[in-house]
């Protein structure tokens, strides 16, 4: 399995480095200050970011609105001589190899090789996914961070040490039903085809269904190991996958703050997953301190940091928003566009629903033939043996989904109004649902008949062709001129070269509605503009303007986080220096 996620995950690094050629990456906004702060870093300034607020009297500021892991990742290669870009674009590549490599083989041991390969392709022909790939930003490296602390969770299930008396009861089941543990494929030959002599057992009541708690555990005792080792072996397995996903969940939140949702989500499995809660307290208890210290010992000093130099405001203004509608309405959209990838229109939402409700349905009636094979087989036959995997990394899932959702819903609304629920913001989510629904498809598909796959098949079918064709499109768009900042209009723009040249802005302090395009293709760092513009705020950045000789750069394509560059111009009377067809620049009259 580990080989065939090997070429999924190579395939999808190649399609990144492709996608991410020049003129690529996109250059996102977001990019000055992972790029700004990598090069502080190899400077020896220390992370601090090439822009800051107009009144402020050094152009950079620490950064404290981003955790600090993209940019120290970034820093490395710099180091050696890389440019920030390319080494920000090579560390896309490499967290595409490790995400797409570790996706195939954490489905495909559960459900097989073809529901691994199948959630490797969706994902890589999934628009928000791959979009995100294709420009400077953390969300690929947080995703490799999901998908590894996935993969901890579920392994912790499977550290967790069995009673000797339940693992000898799971040996004796396989042994009297005359299967071992197998793979999910020898799962169809060996229970599909009697579970019709197993639904006519029930209806002649001759089989007595077993209770929950008896399924339970019996089916954990065949997940187990067996009863080999020893408790405190037991222990050291599960100190070491619970270091291990701990280690994993604390990159997330130093890729992005909602990594706090993945240490919650991992925390949580440790304390309430059903196997795991038949541990000894002082194993539960190092699990979870092995969970969360990597978290407080790296993240925890960082926010100390930022609220010490940027104040209980620097990362976030805690407040209480509201408005939600609009983002909600925006986050069905999003939903709705990852299901039907074409079109425009609320009908797509319809689709969205009925596609939820199928999956829904597959999975209550896969889970329900799964039963009745236990009840007929016992809990070591090979197919109720993989349902019972895929429905642990199902519940893993469900939980990491559950507090990803609810970290950026109380976000939203408590620390920052300005957050979409776009494709970017989503797009953790839409991988977890597509393995998710990749795992009740490999469940549902054993036994069913000839046209009930055929249904699913040209579904999928459809969905992965409009779906590869719209990721596609922009990976050639962005081949052919780049995503956001890396685009020709910001590349070759007049406005900026006047900045670079020595009888323009070369020498002057700037001032702009847009500072990243002057970091980026100009090399300058600039302060921002003025975000209000009543009296006073006008007279204090007229006096500061002319006090340190600057000139206000302010480009056509208006901003949303600063007043309009040109009503500033206007109130404060200043004098136009250069006019261009892209922007203007303006400064102060002597």
Not at 3 to 14: D, F, N, P, Q
Not at 129 to 146: D, K
Not at 261 to 290: E, G, M, P
Not at 391 to 403: H, K, P, W
Request: charged residues 15%.
């Amino acid at each position: 399995m580990l080989v065939v996620g090997l070429l999924m995950g190579l395939l999808a690094a190649t399609t990144v480095a492709i996608g991410t050629a020049p003129p690529g990456p996109g250059l996102d906004p977001d990019a000055e200050s992972y790029l700004g702060a990598a090069q502080a870093v190899v400077r020896g300034d220390g992370l601090r970011v090439p822009t800051s607020g107009w009144a402020d009297a050094d152009s950079t500021e620490p950064l404290t609105h981003f955790p600090p892991g993209f940019p120290l990742a970034v820093a490395a290669p710099v180091t050696l001589g890389a440019s920030p870009v390319q080494a920000a674009r090579w560390i896309i590549v490499v967290s595409a190899l490790v995400t797409w490599t570790t996706l195939v083989v954490l489905v495909g041991r559960v459900a097989g090789a073809r529901a691994g390969v199948g959630v490797g392709v969706a994902a890589l022909a999934t628009p928000a996914i791959a979009t995100v790939h294709l420009s400077i930003l953390s969300e690929p490296s947080f995703l490799t961070a999901l998908v590894l602390t996935l993969t901890g969770m579920v392994a912790l299930t499977r550290a967790a040490p069995v009673a000797p008396a339940l693992a000898g009861d799971a040996g004796r089941a396989a042994q009297l039903d005359g299967t071992s543990l197998g793979t999910p494929a020898e799962a169809t030959a060996t229970g599909a085809p009697r579970i019709a002599a197993a639904d006519e057992a029930r209806r002649g009541g001759h089989v007595r269904k077993p209770g929950w708690s008896g399924v339970a555990l019996r089916t954990t005792a065949a997940l187990g190991d067996g009863g080999r080792g020893s408790a405190v072996g037991g222990m050291r397995r599960v100190a070491l996958v619970a270091a291990g996903t701990g280690v994993a969940a604390a990159a997330a939140v130093s890729l992005r703050y909602a990594g706090f949702s993945i240490v919650a989500a991992a925390a949580l499995w440790v304390a309430f997953d059903r196997r795991l809660a038949r541990r000894s307290t002082q194993t539960l208890a190092l699990a979870l301190a092995l969970i969360l210290a990597p978290t407080l010992c790296t993240v925890g000093p960082w926010l100390v940091r930022a609220t010490r130099l940027a104040g209980p405001r620097g990362v976030r203004a805690l407040a209480a928003y509201g408005q939600l509608g609009n983002t909600l309405r925006e986050g069905v959209q999003t939903l709705a566009s990852w299901v039907v990838p074409v079109g425009d229109g609320w009908w797509r939402v319809a689709v969205l629903a009925v596609v939820l409700a199928g999956v829904a349905a597959m999975g209550a009636s896969a889970w329900r033939r799964v039963r009745r094979t236990e009840v007929a087989l016992g809990p070591a036959v090979p197919a109720v043996v993989s349902a019972h995997r895929s429905a642990t990394v199902l519940r893993v899932v469900a939980v990491t989904a559950a507090c990803y959702l609810d970290f950026v819903l109380i976000s939203r609304q408590f620390a920052d109004p300005n957050i979409p629920f776009d494709e970017r913001i989503l797009a953790p989510l839409l991988l977890l649902a597509e393995i998710a629904i990749a795992l009740v498809i490999a469940t549902w598909w054993r036994g069913r008949r000839r046209w009930s796959r055929l249904t699913v098949t040209g579904a999928l079918a459809v969905w992965l062709a409009l779906s590869a064709g719209t990721t596609i499109s922009r990976i050639a768009f962005a081949r052919e001129d780049g995503d956001d900042f890396a685009s020709s209009d910001w590349r070759e723009s007049p406005t900026i070269a006047w900045v670079r040249s020595p009888s323009g802005g070369a020498d002057r302090t700037l001032y702009s509605n847009w500072p990243a395009a002057l970091y980026f293709h100009a090399h300058r760092a600039a302060r921002d503009l003025p975000d209000r513009l009543d009296a006073a705020t006008i007279a204090r950045f007229r006096d500061r303007l002319s006090r340190t000789g600057g000139v206000v750069v302010a480009f056509t394509t208006p901003s949303p986080d600063v007043a309009s560059p040109y009503s500033l111009a206007r109130r404060a009377g200043l004098r136009p220096v250069a006019r261009f067809a892209d922007g203007t620049v303006w400064d102060t009259p002597p």
